[in-house]
């Protein structure tokens, strides 16, 4: 579906502030289009959208069991689900969604990450094969902190085919992980941390995208300049765009 127009109240949504705090150097360029690619917007549903959203996605998640031992090791203590048809009210969040956060058309199904109290998103990038150049997600249920940490750009580079590329890696056989999980080290490094209230809509695209691992933090780590952010159990409803 492609977007002519914007409403008044998407660009009212465009105009809220972000949550977010620097570290290390940064370039001033780098951060002037990290701040570009990384937006915050909160209250982006209200609390009756949450509980409609929830409702409708409830009865089966509670169906399925969290698990500890993902297949590429990027995540611990969840589930998901993709889902495609969706309740008429839960079909206009949505839709906002689309005109906020995406030029043009979004895949078809949206992925549902329901995240345990004690489940933890590792740092990754998620792999160019399985979505394009911007991600978006609505957090329900819980305040969370997401870590930005730059990539080494000349060991870890993402073709357009979604392959990771590594110099001293050996053979050329392509990287089918859905989420790449890079060396991005803290020390001698420039990184952001973002807040993700409660019924908040984050917009990852382009160098956020591409040249920053992303994690959820840890309960245990579950801070944000200082001050302890409680984390509880943490769904997030995601639309990608094609790759």
């Known amino acids: 579906m492609i977007i002519q127009n914007r409403?008044?109240?998407?660009?009212?949504?465009?105009?809220?502030?972000h949550r977010q705090a620097?570290?290390?150097?940064?370039p001033e360029t780098e951060q002037k289009e990290?701040?570009?690619?990384?937006?915050?917007?909160t209250?982006?549903?209200?609390?009756?959208?949450?509980?409609?959203?929830?409702e409708e996605i409830e009865p089966y998640m509670s169906r399925l069991r969290y698990e500890f031992d993902h297949w590429d090791d990027a995540i611990h203590g969840f589930r998901e689900t993709e889902r495609k048809k969706w309740f008429p009210k839960n079909r206009e969040v949505l839709e906002r969604v689309r005109q906020v956060a995406f030029d043009g058309a979004v895949m078809p199904y949206v992925h549902i990450l329901d995240l345990a109290p004690d489940g933890v998103i590792k740092p990754h990038v998620d792999s160019t094969r399985y979505c394009g150049n911007t991600?978006?997600?609505?957090?329900?249920?819980?305040?969370?902190?997401?870590r930005?940490?730059?990539?080494?750009?000349?060991r870890y580079q993402q073709q357009s085919s979604?392959?990771?590329t590594d110099p001293n890696s050996q053979g050329s056989e392509p990287d089918a992980a859905y989420r790449h999980q890079p060396e991005a080290p803290l020390k001698n490094n420039?990184?952001?941390?973002?807040?993700?209230?409660r019924r908040s809509l984050y917009i990852m695209s382009h160098t956020a995208r591409y040249k920053f691992t992303h994690e959820i933090l840890a309960k245990e780590h579950s801070q944000f300049q200082g001050t302890l952010v409680p984390r509880t159990r943490r769904i997030s409803i995601i639309c990608r765009n094609e790759p």
Do not use: N
């Open 7 to 17: 409403s008044p109240l998407i660009g009212q949504i465009l105009r809220r502030c």
């Open 22 to 26: 620097y570290f290390g150097k940064w």
């Open 34 to 41: 990290f701040r570009q690619h990384m937006r915050i917007i």
């Open 43 to 54: 209250d982006f549903i209200s609390e009756p959208e949450e509980q409609q959203l929830h």
């Open 135 to 146: 991600i978006s997600g609505i957090s329900l249920l819980s305040d969370s902190v997401m």
């Open 148 to 154: 930005l940490v730059r990539t080494d750009e000349q």
């Open 162 to 164: 979604g392959t990771a």
């Open 190 to 197: 420039f990184y952001a941390d973002i807040l993700l209230p």
